[in-house]
């Protein structure tokens, strides 16, 4: 990975797989502007290495702030505060020290409270 854990702090950010970074730009992506969607120029902050074939995120090739898919139209602006869209997957790492079941048990009536 080549980039900072505050990758994706500014809006106008986007991090891509190693494979479309070289494909896009070439070799030294970092700090390389992109147009994307034919309309917003991004800035790449950071590369990462392509997730392996047998992950659930393998065709994930691009990583961006959540902020700026709400700044895309009216309709996902209503998303940001809509408790009951479920449009979104959520994934956490753990603490190495965490208990998957002792989080589950908190976080299993999370919405409804």
């Known amino acids: 990975m080549h980039g900072t ?3 994706l702090k ?5 991090l891509l797989c190693k494979t479309l970074a070289d494909e896009l730009v070439g070799e030294n992506a970092l700090g390389k502007i992109i147009k994307f969607d034919k309309k917003d120029n991004l800035m790449i902050s950071g590369v990462f290495e392509d997730f392996p074939a047998n992950s659930q995120f393998a065709e994930i090739k691009v990583l961006m702030p959540l902020d700026y898919f709400f700044t895309q139209s009216e309709a996902n602006r209503k998303k940001m505060n809509n408790w009951e869209d479920y449009s979104f997957q ?13 989080v589950d048990a908190k976080l299993k009536n999370f919405l409804i409270k």
């Not at 500014?10 to 986007?14: A, K, L």
């Open 10 to 14: 500014e809006i106008h950010s986007i």
């Open 5 to 7: 854990n505050n990758a």
């Open 90 to 102: 959520c994934f956490v790492q753990l603490n190495e020290k965490a208990s998957f079941n002792q």
